[in-house]
Protein backbone atom coordinates (compact mmCIF):
# COMPACT_ATOMS: atom_id res chain seq x y z
CA UNK A 1 0.00 0.00 0.00
CA UNK A 2 1.68 3.27 -0.28
CA UNK A 3 0.53 7.23 -0.04
CA UNK A 4 2.94 7.95 2.74
CA UNK A 5 3.49 11.57 2.86
CA UNK A 6 5.95 13.27 5.31
CA UNK A 7 6.86 16.70 6.02
CA UNK A 8 9.62 17.59 7.42
CA UNK A 9 10.22 20.74 9.41
CA UNK A 10 8.67 23.21 6.81
CA UNK A 11 8.72 27.16 6.75
CA UNK A 12 6.42 28.62 4.45
CA UNK A 13 6.17 32.36 3.68
CA UNK A 14 3.75 34.97 2.09
CA UNK A 15 6.09 37.63 0.77
CA UNK A 16 8.39 37.58 3.91
CA UNK A 17 6.06 36.80 6.95
CA UNK A 18 6.09 32.73 7.63
CA UNK A 19 2.96 31.63 8.05
CA UNK A 20 4.15 27.89 8.54
CA UNK A 21 7.14 27.57 11.08
CA UNK A 22 8.81 24.24 11.82
CA UNK A 23 5.48 22.01 10.72
CA UNK A 24 6.20 18.16 10.73
CA UNK A 25 3.40 15.95 9.45
CA UNK A 26 3.03 12.50 8.32
CA UNK A 27 0.27 10.57 7.13
CA UNK A 28 0.34 6.74 7.22
CA UNK A 29 -0.86 4.79 4.07
CA UNK A 30 -4.24 3.49 4.46
CA UNK A 31 -5.35 5.80 6.97
CA UNK A 32 -7.19 9.04 7.30
CA UNK A 33 -5.01 11.81 8.86
CA UNK A 34 -6.63 14.56 9.86
CA UNK A 35 -5.50 18.90 9.83
CA UNK A 36 -7.64 20.37 12.53
CA UNK A 37 -7.50 24.44 12.80
CA UNK A 38 -9.35 27.38 12.48
CA UNK A 39 -9.51 30.03 9.97
CA UNK A 40 -6.23 31.52 9.62
CA UNK A 41 -4.61 28.99 10.92
CA UNK A 42 -2.03 27.74 8.22
CA UNK A 43 -4.20 24.49 6.53
CA UNK A 44 -4.25 25.97 3.17
CA UNK A 45 -0.88 26.75 3.11
CA UNK A 46 -0.30 23.42 4.38
CA UNK A 47 -1.65 21.87 0.96
CA UNK A 48 -0.16 24.86 -1.10
CA UNK A 49 2.95 23.44 0.30
CA UNK A 50 2.62 19.94 -0.37
CA UNK A 51 1.54 20.37 -3.85
CA UNK A 52 4.40 23.56 -4.40
CA UNK A 53 2.12 25.94 -5.51
CA UNK A 54 3.62 27.95 -2.27
CA UNK A 55 6.77 26.49 -2.03
CA UNK A 56 8.54 26.17 1.40
CA UNK A 57 11.46 27.99 1.99
CA UNK A 58 13.03 25.94 4.18
CA UNK A 59 12.38 21.72 5.35
CA UNK A 60 11.70 18.83 3.26
CA UNK A 61 8.49 17.50 1.66
CA UNK A 62 8.61 13.59 0.28
CA UNK A 63 5.47 11.36 -0.89
CA UNK A 64 6.31 7.30 -1.13
CA UNK A 65 10.14 8.47 -0.60
CA UNK A 66 10.17 10.38 -3.58
CA UNK A 67 11.49 14.18 -2.86
CA UNK A 68 8.79 17.14 -3.90
CA UNK A 69 11.71 20.12 -3.18
CA UNK A 70 12.51 20.95 -6.80
CA UNK A 71 9.31 19.21 -8.68
CA UNK A 72 6.62 21.36 -10.41
CA UNK A 73 3.04 21.19 -9.49
CA UNK A 74 2.13 18.72 -12.07
CA UNK A 75 4.60 16.42 -11.79
CA UNK A 76 3.68 15.71 -7.64
CA UNK A 77 0.07 15.72 -9.29
CA UNK A 78 1.28 12.96 -11.65
CA UNK A 79 3.05 10.82 -8.37
CA UNK A 80 -0.81 10.03 -7.26
CA UNK A 81 -1.47 13.02 -5.30
CA UNK A 82 -4.88 14.50 -6.35
CA UNK A 83 -6.75 17.67 -4.04
CA UNK A 84 -10.20 18.34 -3.74
CA UNK A 85 -10.33 22.14 -3.20
CA UNK A 86 -12.31 23.90 -0.36
CA UNK A 87 -15.50 25.27 -2.15
CA UNK A 88 -15.50 22.40 -4.82
CA UNK A 89 -14.56 24.58 -8.14
CA UNK A 90 -16.52 22.79 -10.12
CA UNK A 91 -17.26 23.39 -13.57
CA UNK A 92 -20.77 24.85 -13.12
CA UNK A 93 -21.51 24.83 -17.43
CA UNK A 94 -20.30 21.84 -18.37
CA UNK A 95 -21.88 18.50 -17.27
CA UNK A 96 -21.32 16.04 -14.38
CA UNK A 97 -19.67 13.65 -16.71
CA UNK A 98 -17.75 16.37 -18.39
CA UNK A 99 -16.61 17.25 -14.88
CA UNK A 100 -15.21 13.94 -13.99
CA UNK A 101 -13.31 13.61 -17.23
CA UNK A 102 -11.71 16.25 -16.82
CA UNK A 103 -9.90 14.65 -13.38
CA UNK A 104 -8.48 11.96 -16.21
CA UNK A 105 -7.21 14.11 -18.35
CA UNK A 106 -3.58 12.23 -18.37
CA UNK A 107 -5.39 9.04 -19.39
CA UNK A 108 -5.41 8.53 -23.02
CA UNK A 109 -7.84 5.32 -23.28
CA UNK A 110 -11.27 5.85 -23.49
CA UNK A 111 -11.90 2.33 -21.88
CA UNK A 112 -9.78 2.82 -19.05
CA UNK A 113 -11.95 6.54 -18.47
CA UNK A 114 -14.91 4.31 -18.85
CA UNK A 115 -13.59 2.20 -15.64
CA UNK A 116 -12.77 4.82 -13.49
CA UNK A 117 -16.46 6.64 -14.58
CA UNK A 118 -17.98 3.14 -13.63
CA UNK A 119 -16.12 3.51 -10.19
CA UNK A 120 -16.79 6.85 -9.49
CA UNK A 121 -20.46 6.13 -10.31
CA UNK A 122 -20.45 2.98 -8.45
CA UNK A 123 -19.16 5.10 -4.88
CA UNK A 124 -21.87 8.08 -6.40
CA UNK A 125 -25.14 6.60 -7.66
CA UNK A 126 -26.63 9.91 -7.98
CA UNK A 127 -24.13 11.36 -10.28
CA UNK A 128 -24.82 8.43 -12.59
CA UNK A 129 -28.59 9.51 -12.61
CA UNK A 130 -27.67 13.53 -13.33
CA UNK A 131 -24.72 12.76 -15.76
CA UNK A 132 -25.68 14.57 -18.60
CA UNK A 133 -26.92 17.60 -15.95
CA UNK A 134 -25.46 20.51 -16.03
CA UNK A 135 -23.10 20.65 -12.76
CA UNK A 136 -23.80 24.37 -11.95
CA UNK A 137 -27.51 23.34 -11.51
CA UNK A 138 -27.06 20.87 -9.04
CA UNK A 139 -27.65 20.79 -4.91
CA UNK A 140 -24.44 22.28 -3.06
CA UNK A 141 -24.26 18.65 -1.70
CA UNK A 142 -24.43 17.00 -4.98
CA UNK A 143 -21.60 19.45 -6.37
CA UNK A 144 -19.33 18.23 -3.69
CA UNK A 145 -19.91 14.92 -4.89
CA UNK A 146 -18.63 15.72 -7.90
CA UNK A 147 -15.60 17.45 -6.93
CA UNK A 148 -14.99 14.41 -4.84
CA UNK A 149 -15.41 12.19 -8.19
CA UNK A 150 -13.19 14.09 -10.10
CA UNK A 151 -10.79 13.71 -7.66
CA UNK A 152 -10.98 9.98 -8.08
CA UNK A 153 -10.95 9.80 -11.36
CA UNK A 154 -7.23 9.81 -11.15
CA UNK A 155 -6.85 6.84 -9.19
CA UNK A 156 -5.16 8.80 -6.64
CA UNK A 157 -2.86 7.30 -3.80
CA UNK A 158 -3.25 10.08 -1.59
CA UNK A 159 -6.66 12.26 -1.72
CA UNK A 160 -6.19 16.05 0.36
CA UNK A 161 -9.26 17.02 0.60
CA UNK A 162 -10.11 20.71 2.02
CA UNK A 163 -12.73 21.69 4.00
CA UNK A 164 -15.44 18.88 2.75
CA UNK A 165 -18.21 20.08 5.28
CA UNK A 166 -17.93 24.12 3.91
CA UNK A 167 -21.25 25.67 3.17
CA UNK A 168 -23.22 22.39 2.90
CA UNK A 169 -26.35 21.21 4.67
CA UNK A 170 -25.91 19.09 8.20
CA UNK A 171 -27.62 16.02 6.03
CA UNK A 172 -25.01 16.17 3.62
CA UNK A 173 -22.19 16.60 5.59
CA UNK A 174 -22.60 13.61 7.26
CA UNK A 175 -23.09 11.78 3.93
CA UNK A 176 -19.89 13.47 2.66
CA UNK A 177 -17.92 12.32 6.13
CA UNK A 178 -19.73 8.76 4.90
CA UNK A 179 -18.19 9.16 1.70
CA UNK A 180 -14.40 9.98 2.72
CA UNK A 181 -14.28 6.77 5.19
CA UNK A 182 -15.77 4.14 2.05
CA UNK A 183 -12.83 5.98 -0.18
CA UNK A 184 -10.63 5.25 2.20
CA UNK A 185 -11.78 1.59 3.01
CA UNK A 186 -10.90 1.03 -1.01
CA UNK A 187 -7.17 1.44 -0.09
CA UNK A 188 -6.86 5.08 -0.42
CA UNK A 189 -5.00 7.07 2.05
CA UNK A 190 -6.45 10.74 2.87
CA UNK A 191 -5.43 13.96 4.39
CA UNK A 192 -8.66 15.37 5.55
CA UNK A 193 -8.73 19.36 5.96
CA UNK A 194 -10.85 20.98 8.20
CA UNK A 195 -12.71 22.97 10.90
CA UNK A 196 -15.46 20.51 11.93
CA UNK A 197 -13.82 18.47 14.75
CA UNK A 198 -16.53 16.08 15.66
CA UNK A 199 -17.05 15.09 12.32
CA UNK A 200 -13.73 14.49 11.24
CA UNK A 201 -12.21 12.97 14.34
CA UNK A 202 -15.13 10.24 14.28
CA UNK A 203 -13.44 9.26 10.60
CA UNK A 204 -9.90 9.29 11.45
CA UNK A 205 -6.89 7.10 12.17
CA UNK A 206 -4.97 10.09 13.07
CA UNK A 207 -4.62 13.76 13.72
CA UNK A 208 -3.25 16.94 13.81
CA UNK A 209 -4.03 20.13 15.22
CA UNK A 210 -2.80 23.09 13.76
CA UNK A 211 -2.57 27.02 15.53
CA UNK A 212 -0.80 29.99 13.90
CA UNK A 213 1.27 27.59 11.61
CA UNK A 214 2.40 25.29 14.05
CA UNK A 215 1.28 21.83 14.97
CA UNK A 216 0.25 22.07 19.08
CA UNK A 217 -0.87 18.63 19.56
CA UNK A 218 -1.26 15.37 17.72
CA UNK A 219 -2.23 12.02 18.37
CA UNK A 220 -5.16 9.34 17.61
CA UNK A 221 -8.87 10.74 18.21
CA UNK A 222 -9.40 9.35 21.47
CA UNK A 223 -6.06 11.33 22.76
CA UNK A 224 -7.05 14.61 20.69
CA UNK A 225 -10.70 14.68 22.29
CA UNK A 226 -9.42 14.06 25.81
CA UNK A 227 -7.10 16.91 24.99
CA UNK A 228 -7.88 20.47 26.25
CA UNK A 229 -5.42 22.29 23.94
CA UNK A 230 -7.43 20.61 21.21
CA UNK A 231 -10.36 22.99 22.38
CA UNK A 232 -7.98 26.06 23.04
CA UNK A 233 -6.25 25.53 19.76
CA UNK A 234 -9.41 25.13 17.68
CA UNK A 235 -11.24 28.05 19.14
CA UNK A 236 -8.52 30.45 19.43
CA UNK A 237 -6.27 29.97 15.87
CA UNK A 238 -4.61 32.36 14.70
CA UNK A 239 -6.30 35.29 11.95
Known amino acids: MTGRLIVQDIYTAYDRADVLSGLSIEVVPGTITCILGSNGAGKSTLIRSILRLTPPRAGSIAFDGITLDTMQTHDIIGLGIACIPEGRRIFAKMTVEENLRVGAYLVSSERAIQMRLAKVYETFPRLKERAKQLAGTMSGGEQAMVSIGRGLM ?86
Open 154 to 239: TEPKLLVIDEPSLGLSPLFVQENFNVIRRINETGVTVLLVEQNVNQTLAISHYGYVLSQGRIVVHGTPAVLSADAEVQRAYFGGAH
